[in-house]
């Protein structure tokens, strides 16, 4: 069983900057591929970053140069920067694990509640 735990979602000014964390438990392994997804209401989840076991990294063009994705696999926790939020960022932040080999994401946090104000 695995476990994955978002925190670190708030009511933030627009302008304003934060952390998301990720925590994994339970039978996991630090070779996964980690990502971040965010989801708008009447909008779709989309993949916002995601950060590889090599330190490779990917970004939706809609977040580059504002989001930074890190992990600290000792800890098996994947973090999210955040910074110069827009009220477009308003979205439930989801983080998911995908397994070696795989080519979907298999494990999902509940979801971290991030909401931008102007």
């Known amino acids: 069983q695995v476990q994955l735990l978002e925190s670190g979602g708030r009511l933030v000014q627009a302008g304003g900057s934060l952390r998301l964390s990720c925590a994994a438990s339970?039978?996991?392994?630090?070779?996964?591929?980690m990502g971040w997804f965010r989801q708008a209401p009447g909008k779709e989840r989309e993949l916002v970053a995601a950060?590889?076991?090599?330190?490779?990294?990917f970004y939706a063009d809609s977040v580059k140069g504002r989001f930074t994705v890190s992990r600290d696999s000792a800890k098996m926790t994947v973090y999210l920067q955040i910074k110069s939020l827009k009220p477009e960022d308003t979205a439930t932040y989801y983080c998911?694990?995908?397994?070696?080999?795989?080519?979907?994401?298999?494990?999902w946090g509940q979801g971290t509640q991030v909401t931008v104000f102007s």
């Open positions: 998911a694990a995908q397994l070696l080999g795989s080519d979907h994401f298999t494990y």
């Open positions: 339970g039978r996991t392994d630090s070779r996964w591929t």
């Open positions: 950060c590889g076991t090599d330190d490779s990294a």
